[in-house]
């Protein structure tokens, strides 16, 4: 997956979001059924595009359509989850992903952009 990890991490958030409002408005929806094969719609679509997040870190990804977003969200659970990381039988839905991708970040932000920024700290402190 070629996207920020924190960028995948509010789709995920979003899509979270949505498909709790739909099975709340809709009972005739299953929200364990709904986080297996989530709806991505114009609402979903729309709040992502218009996030800051993606303006700031994928700005390519704020003038999607509604076919590439659903794309990209059957990419997610193709790609799936390492096996090394999920035990077995865990099942892979929008929760499972967040998880997944929301660790990803932590790790990211510990190896990477913690260390970057104590770097930055120390340039700007005088010796
Ligand atoms: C509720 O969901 C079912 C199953 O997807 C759908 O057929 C029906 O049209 C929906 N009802 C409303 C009011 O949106």
Same mark, same amino acid.
């Given at each position: 997956m070629?996207?920020? $990890? %924190?960028v995948i991490l509010l789709l995920l958030q979003l899509l979270l979001q949505r498909q709790?409002? !739909?099975a709340h408005h %809709?009972? $005739?929806l299953d !929200? @364990? #059924?709904l986080l297996r094969d989530p709806i991505v719609d114009k609402e979903v679509l729309d709040q992502f595009q218009n996030h800051k997040l993606v303006k700031m870190y994928s700005p390519e990804l704020s003038n999607l359509h509604l076919r590439a977003l659903k794309g990209l969200v059957t990419d997610l659970f193709t790609y799936g989850i390492p096996s090394a990381e999920s035990p #077995?039988? #865990?099942e892979t839905n929008v929760i499972?992903? @967040?998880n997944h991708y929301y660790n990803k970040r932590i790790g990211e932000l510990t190896l990477i952009e913690l260390p970057e920024l104590r770097q930055e700290i120390k340039n !700007? !402190?005088?010796e």
């Open positions: 070629e996207y920020p $990890s %924190n709790q409002t !739909l %809709n009972k $005739s !929200l @364990a #059924q #077995q039988g #865990q499972t992903l @967040a !700007l !402190l005088p």
